[in-house]
């Protein structure tokens, strides 16, 4: 088992992410995180999914995901073949500020982006080990609310979806 | 408005004519009257069946469409109509039947408040079919159905739902139907590589003990010919899928029989004996394949496949060839040299007289007095004309009809068989028959499967479709009591049946009926159905307790099948 993040070039239909997402249901494979946006050209759209399973697993996933009419193509990619990040939101009660939080920021590059007369938020990109070892620390200093988001990701290969789209 | 403008209920129709459906199986109900109203009026130009269920409407929609190689059109209403066509969406995307099913939908403003027969059909089939789209707007009416029958019958085909509000029925727009020929995230047509057949044909070369083994794709690729052609120059024995039987005439003299927990002893046992494997437009079910980890471990795999997901799905092939197999046969066969394989063929024959002596010698010419639905079938090969369709249900009869009926023509097979839908056979029979109604449409059924679409003698009453119906009535569940013998200790949980009087129920529905029960009579009653001119009701009452072998049980590996 290991993680792959899998693209999805698709035309921006209703219906899509739900036709795609069926397919890991069916097999009783969970995803491990989602996004779908624009993608550099426009009606069409871009999904990552981050997975984690074998790569038979993987590449029949894949192969399903493009049998899917409206899929134009779709690829996956293990961990080093991408370039990726995550971005985490932490909201921390301002009665817990402290000197020892400030530092906490400091060394973990983390930003301060939101101050409210009752709490802070604070926010870090980076990939999840980085966001979960603050969440860990930041457990201890109580935090109101956490979120993540899916990985937003890019493929190294020098390979353009143009291509796919005629 | 323009002049020019007509209804969406119109365009629906219309497209249907501009795709030149001839046939439409349907029911009426309130979210899809506009369209049924227009049907009124083009009556002259496409034929609308009346089914008495909306299961019954998409079988037959399959059988329509399996015999002809046309796309079948299903219509339905909202709601409960939408989905009852559900077990069919499923059985012809697990058979690849192209199918277009238009059902109408609650109007666009009342999406989601539950409306009065709303469902989210789009939802609910998406696995189940293809494709599907919902159309909320008269403009996108004809776009929509032009897509859908392309998708329908393009590259692997399949069943498309396109799902259309009643206002979108009820509006005015233009009808300038534009037919799809292609769009950019759907890709029909893969080349053949040129370095694969390379490769497959030294492989062949080199091998002593070739097999091939056929599946539907063939049938849907209309490759039968270039399959023959194959077989003629390499002089591989080849076996079938349970849909593929036909695609090669049985009397072929490399034929060597069929594949699977229930077909032949040789095609099964051999497969892990050949030395090169070349599958044709199948996919490896595991009801062919048994446990897979002891599947023609031996044997270097070639897979002839359109559809890219299929490659390495259950087998792990040496050589994918991807592409329509009509084009890749032909290029193999140009590759290959010209072979026989006498010793090899003679090592089935040899397996097959074992398996007549000790199966289909009790199967088709019993001692015992109870009649055997072998023997039923037997019988109807001599009289059956060479491209009688053969339209089965789900279980015992349907493993046995198909063991035992002679095929000899392409699109001859009719059955559910990759989802096993009991109940499929009678509706798929009737529209069988409405493509033709001068050809043999032969359903065999059992008393278990009869009953989950018998309302569809209606339909055939009224159809007048002269279908010849074979009731093989042994009162039980076979197949399940069979496995309860076998793998549950003869604990026969729920599998004997209480019949009606099916020749009083034939009556009722002015069918003309007969009800055989000694072998005496058999003859001559499948004689007097296949000369009648119209539809027959002929009921077989069949040895209570008897089983189908041979036989590869569950987790068996393909050489472990057995012939008791």
């Known amino acids: 088992m290991k993680r792959y993040t899998i693209f ?28 779908a946006s624009e993608s550099r050209l426009d009606g069409i759209h871009r999904i990552t999914i981050e997975v984690t399973a074998s790569e038979e697993t993987v590449i029949q996933l894949v192969n399903q995901i493009e049998k899917i009419i ?51 938020v604070l926010e870090l990109t980076g990939h999840k080990e980085q966001t979960q070892e603050l969440l860990e620390i930041l457990k201890g200093y109580g935090l109101l609310e956490f979120a993540r988001s899916g990985r937003v990701a890019v493929a190294k290969r020098m390979l353009t979806i143009d291509s796919y789209v005629k | 408005m323009k002049d020019s403008m007509i209804r969406g209920a119109d365009i629906v129709v219309r497209s249907l004519i501009a795709e030149q459906a001839e046939i439409i199986f349907g029911y009426p109900g309130g979210a899809i009257m506009p369209v049924y109203d227009a049907l009124y009026d083009y009556h002259e130009q496409i ?20 015999v002809s190689g046309k796309v079948g059109v299903c219509l339905a209403t909202s709601g409960p109509g939408a989905t009852n066509l559900i077990t069919g969406l499923a059985d012809a995307q697990i058979d690849s039947t192209p199918l277009v099913c238009i059902t109408g939908q609650v109007a666009a403003h ?42 329908a019958r393009s590259g692997r085909p399949g069943p498309v739902l396109i799902d259309i509000t009643k206002n979108a029925q009820v509006d005015f727009g233009e009808f300038n139907y534009a037919p799809c020929q292609s769009f950019r995230s759907y890709k029909t047509h893969i080349p053949v590589e040129k370095s694969a057949i390379q490769e497959a044909a030294e492989l062949i070369n080199k091998a002593e003990r070739p097999y091939l083994l056929f599946g539907q794709g063939v049938v849907l690729g209309k490759a039968e010919t270039e399959l023959k052609f194959f077989l003629d120059k390499s002089g591989i024995p080849a076996a079938s899928t349970l849909l593929g039987s036909g695609a090669l005439s ?20 051999l497969t892990n004996q050949c030395d090169v494997l070349i599958a044709v437009g199948m996919r490896f079910d595991d009801r062919v394949t048994g446990d897979l980890k002891r599947y023609a471990k031996q044997a270097k795999i070639i897979h002839l496949e359109l559809d890219p997901s299929e490659i390495n799905k259950n087998v792990k092939s040496h050589i994918p060839i991807l592409g329509d197999c009509k084009e890749s046969l032909s290029m193999l066969t140009e590759a290959i040299e010209a072979k026989t394989h006498p010793k090899w063929l003679s090592k089935f024959r040899e397996l097959e007289q074992m398996e007549k002596d000790a199966v289909m010698q009790h199967d088709i010419a019993p001692t015992k007095v109870g009649l055997t639905m072998g023997e039923v079938i037997n019988q109807i090969n001599q009289y059956k004309a060479d491209d009688a369709v053969l339209v089965t249900d789900v279980g015992q009869h349907q493993m046995i009809a198909w063991r035992y009926f002679n095929y000899k023509k392409t699109r001859t097979q009719v059955t559910s068989g990759g989802l096993g839908t009991m109940g499929f056979a009678l509706p798929a029979a009737l529209g069988a ?13 059992g008393d278990g499967g009869i009953q989950m679409t018998i309302q569809e003698l209606g339909t055939i009453m009224q159809t007048k479709a002269p279908v010849k119906i074979v009731l093989l009535n ?6 399940v009591r069979q496995w309860q013998q076998m793998f549950f200790d003869k604990r026969y949980s729920f599998t004997e049946l209480d019949n009606p009087d099916f020749i009083k129920i034939a009556e009722a529905y002015n069918i003309r009926s007969q009800k055989v029960t000694d072998r005496g009579d058999l003859t001559e009653a499948i004689e007097d159905m296949l000369i009648h001119d119209g539809p027959f009701f002929l009921e077989v009452v069949v040895e209570k307790e008897d089983n189908v072998f041979p036989m590869i049980a569950t987790g068996c590996s393909v050489e472990e099948v057995r012939l008791s």
């Open chain 1, 8 to 35: 999805v070039i698709t035309e921006n239909f209703i219906g899509i992410l739900n036709r795609i997402t069926i397919i890991f249901t069916r097999r009783g494979i969970n995803i491990d995180a989602l996004t």
């Open chain 1, 70 to 120: 409206d899929v134009i193509k779709a690829f996956h990619h293990q961990d080093d073949a991408v370039v990726y990040q995550e971005i985490a939101l932490y909201k921390i009660p301002v009665s817990r500020l402290d000197g020892g939080l400030e530092k906490i920021i400091r060394q973990h590059n983390a930003k301060i982006i939101a101050a409210e007369p009752e709490f802070v």
């Open chain 2, 47 to 66: 034929k609308h069946v009346l089914t008495r269920h909306e299961q019954g409407a998409i079988h037959a929609a399959q059988g329509y469409a399996r």
């Open chain 2, 110 to 151: 009342l999406l989601g408040t539950d409306a009065f027969q709303e469902t989210d059909v789009v939802g609910i089939s998406m696995p189940g079919t293809k494709w599907n789209i919902q159309v909320r707007r008269v403009e996108d009416i004809a776009p929509a159905i032009a897509k859908g029958f392309y998708i």
């Open chain 2, 250 to 269: 049985q009397d072929y003299p490399n034929y060597v029989g069929k594949l699977g927990m229930h077909g032949n002893y040789a095609p099964n046992l």
């Open chain 2, 433 to 445: 028959q409405l493509y033709d109604y001068s050809r043999q449409v032969i359903c065999v059924v």
């Open chain 2, 474 to 479: 042994n009162n039980y569940l076979g197949m």
